[in-house]
């Protein structure tokens, strides 16, 4: 068994990455990117041109299972490892993404019939334009009292799959009524690896709002008579699969594509910030991981049930079987920085940067980096693309003060970094203040980078960053679930702790600028306050206004 | 007399600017400019090398000087006016630049025993390190409750010569002792051209406190029992000189230095942007003048006295003689769209601009020009400098609110305009609760070439606004002062009739963008008074955790 190597693979927005493990110590030992020819559709549809709506995101399918074709064998190839010696196989992927298919799997949008159908589609989690769809469910939710609500800080988004297939039935009845699943991308390509239709407890519970059970029957009718029967007919079955858990065996149709031995473990699937979680050796009580990417994910799990206000969702082994998962997030973080760099920096920092043949964000940094904490003389909110936790309001917008004539690019750099380290900072006084006590600070995702950033979280939380010790700490985590689906280890925590790569205490915080840092959140907390809970409506006012406004197209 | 000319000199902070300007019409027929050499004295003592303390900035006398040596002479011969047909000269100055000088008029800094000395030199305007005495001085009368104190907003500005000359006193008192006047640089320079000793209204009312007379002297006592003296032995004299009287004769030394006949009439001197006022026929009740530069100063006359609150100041006959003079201020308009610029646009901007051969403030307007009101989501607080009227209060700072990951830089850029729009708003409606109606809007400045600002102030306030027609507005003011000084015309409000320029109605309010631009003010007004007033300190905590941060030289 010493050779025995496990496949994981991360679906992402724009491509798929397989990755092959060493099941004994988690070396990866080689790995391949695919990218999706359709990218993402939200322009038109390829196979008519039409036109599609705004606010529209849909896969095809198709890409998804050429990762399967393309990227594995390569993967395995790069490794140098027999494909005998493969145990396993496992995948994360975006969630929300449904799909509607017929009973054998079959994506609707695969049929001739059907192929012209924009809604035929999978819908990409950044679909938005089911809002309205969302904003019924959470208003009639509130108004039953429906018990699940509180489980994801008062409000569902409509990037999740009820909103999905709301929108589905409401615009294309037909499509609706021919698909037999609506299944999100998850579990479809487990399904096209196993033969098995499986739900994951994970994807089902923080975008599938199953509590114990999914909405009722009398909940789906009062939204729509015709959505009654959406539960019964088109989702439910078996119980969720468990992470970890085997969902199958691989068939011989999905040995052919990826070259990998018919009949090896495949895992139920997850999605790719939960399963980053045990890469990082996460996986105990009081451990938050922080995925800090464009926008950043908080995952922890604890002992207890507790209703944080605010967070994304609280699911029953939702990230690790046996605890309950919680998800908070920040709708805008590392994109915040990068719409700045983009669109408020002066040439002479790029000039300068290029000169030193580094990055815009490696020169501001490093700027920023000499200042003392405060001495820019600013704070800002990290709004730009709204606040999912803990206020649950995308209309919420970025907002600065402190602004004077002697301020440059990097005083402002550095004050939209600390507004997102604030921000987190708000999430885990939240957690801490629901009972829910927030230990220890693991990270992972692209802005681990970046030593100005991640010293600025540890002096703002006053905790110590350890930091994922893997580039493709996603598909590392897809792959420890192969191993557990395999037998090879027990459960999660022996799998994370032998193949698990974390580094301590890579950034500590400093007294004297946490304590700094104290007297400025204190005011982020008050205008975070002032703009985010109704003091000063001015923040939707002006997106009102500016919705208002004839624009030009 | 149809050949008869006048030269008006407008002394600014880094230059002087001499315009030959025919008498009958207005028309100028020559100008010329003459750097000053030693510019602003704000690091060094020239005569010593000796490091200058932070916020001071001086001057040396010798270089007004030499502009009637160089200026003069040079505009009269690019006028080809002879110089036997200009009857009369007159000046404006910044202000408050306030020297020490011997009983002859002799500046301290001209005499060896004290050129080594920082406060033998003039005081320029944006010398700003007598804050400590304008405070004292500002707690003191409120306390005492004097009586003029109200008439400059509740608060005088370090800028102004009592501060300044309390500075001398405390800091150098051997220069304090050797002076025998402490005069301001307008005075000064007509007290060279004529050989008499005059204090003009202007200058006196809104920068020496001179409320029918200076302060009493058990109020200087007060202060520093050393300074009780200081109306009496250093300042008073004469009556103040109304604006337009005549000073006195041009000297043969100074007759001899302009090439100007000897005899001429010599003005009494002006404060540039006042004197700016009937140059562009603005000298009646009702009537405000913008002069919109990198700062923007609000000046207008009334029949009747008021408290406005927030205003700079309220002078009798401070612009007019014969009606009370009102001067309010933003200390930042032009400087902080120049500081976007050149800190927070990226290259893409700048390469179109320069692509297209116009500057970046030109392309930006453009772009900014074709959004309807409200389209950008945004507002902001124009303080990045500070806020004069009607807050009185340099540590405010700037503020904007509603940025997207969408927000481009030409809608910051607009945002700005209209924040400054909004905050000349606040000042109008100040004199109008006041009970000084605001009928008209005279616009002179460098910004009265950007249609796009233009308009955005037209449909903020509601008025159509009225350009200069000249582009050496102070000059031609300073000039039309002569003419009523040799004799010319009656009073300034004729020589306005004759020789003032202004185009009317050159940007006319759109009912429509005006009512879109209430819904903003609203908004504006909110965060004004909540950031300005108290509601949030944030800005005066942010400024002082700035400055106790340890800040690298």
Redesign the interface.
């Given at each position: 068994m010493a050779a025995a190597c496990v496949v994981g693979i991360d679906f992402g927005t724009l491509s798929g990455r397989a990755v092959v493990v060493r099941v004994e110590d988690g070396a990866e030992l080689g790995s391949a990117v695919h990218e999706f020819p359709h990218a993402v559709i939200e322009r038109e549809l390829p196979a008519t041109g039409e036109r599609l709506p705004r606010d529209w995101a849909l896969q095809d399918p198709e890409d998804y299972v050429e990762v399967l074709r393309e990227a594995v064998p390569a993967a395995v190839a790069a490794s140098g490892v027999a494909p005998e010696d493969v145990v396993g196989i496992a995948i994360d992927f975006t969630a929300s993404t449904p799909m509607p298919t017929l009973a054998d799997g079959t994506p609707l949008c695969a049929l001739d019939a059907f192929r012209d159908r924009p809604h035929a589609y999978p819908k990409l989690w950044k679909h938005h334009a089911a809002q309205g769809q969302a904003d019924r469910i959470n208003a009639l939710a509130a108004d039953r009292g429906e018990p699940w609500l509180a489980r994801y800080g008062g409000r569902i988004s409509s990037e999740w799959q009820f909103a999905k297939a709301l929108q589905v039935l409401e615009e294309d009845p037909a499509v609706y009524d021919a698909m037999d699943r609506f299944i999100e991308g998850a579990d479809w390509v487990v399904w096209q690896l196993s033969g098995e239709e499986t739900r994951n407890a994970c994807t089902a519970g923080y975008k599938g709002i199953f509590q114990d059970g999914y909405p009722s029957a009398a909940f789906l009718a009062a939204l729509d008579e015709r959505f009654a029967g959406f539960v019964a007919d088109k989702l439910a079955g078996p119980p969720l699969a468990a992470l970890g858990s085997r969902a199958g065996a691989l068939t011989a149709r999905a040995a052919a594509w990826t070259g990998l031995p018919e009949g090896i473990a495949v895992a139920a699937a997850n999605v790719d910030a939960h399963v980053t979680a045990p890469a990082a050796q996460v996986t105990g009580p009081g451990q938050m991981l922080m995925v800090m990417g464009t926008s950043t994910c908080h995952m922890m799990s604890a002992d207890t049930l507790a209703e944080v206000p605010g967070m994304c969702g609280v699911v029953d082994g939702g990230i690790v079987p046996g605890l309950w998962g919680y998800e908070a997030g920040q709708s805008?973080v590392g994109?915040?920085f990068a719409?700045f760099v983009?669109?408020?920096?002066?040439?002479r920092c790029?000039d300068a940067a290029a000169e030193r043949g580094i990055d815009v964000h490696t020169y501001l940094s490093e700027l920023a980096a000499?200042?003392?904490?405060?001495?820019?003389?600013?704070?800002a909110l990290d709004w730009?693309?709204g606040n999912r936790s803990v206020l649950v309001d995308h209309t919420l917008?970025?907002?600065?003060?402190?602004?004077?004539?002697s301020?440059?690019?990097e005083d402002?750099y550095r004050a939209l970094v600390e507004a997102t380290a604030f921000g987190t900072r708000t999430i885990i006084e939240a957690f801490e203040g629901a009972g829910i006590a927030v230990d220890e600070l693991f990270v992972a995702g692209g802005l681990i980078k970046n030593p100005m950033i991640m010293q600025v979280y540890a002096d703002v939380t006053r905790r110590p960053l350890h930091l994922i010790d893997s580039e493709q700490g996603a598909a590392l985590g897809a792959a420890m679930h192969a191993a557990v689906a395999a037998g090879a280890y027990g459960d999660i925590h022996a799998a994370a702790g032998a193949m698990g790569k974390v580094r301590r205490d890579v950034h500590v915080p400093d007294a004297d600028r946490a304590a700094?840092y104290d007297?400025?959140f204190a005011?982020y907390a008050?205008?975070h306050d002032?703009?985010g809970r109704g003091g000063?409506d001015?923040?939707h006012?002006?997106?009102r206004?500016?919705t208002?406004?004839?624009?030009?197209d």
């Open positions: 805008g994109d915040i719409w983009d669109n408020a920096v002066p040439p790029h000499e200042q003392e904490v405060g001495e820019h003389g600013l704070v730009h693309s917008s970025g907002l600065i003060v402190g602004l004077r004539l301020t440059g690019p402002v700094a007297r400025l005011h008050r205008l002032h703009f000063d001015v923040m006012a002006l997106a206004i500016g208002e406004a004839p624009v030009l």
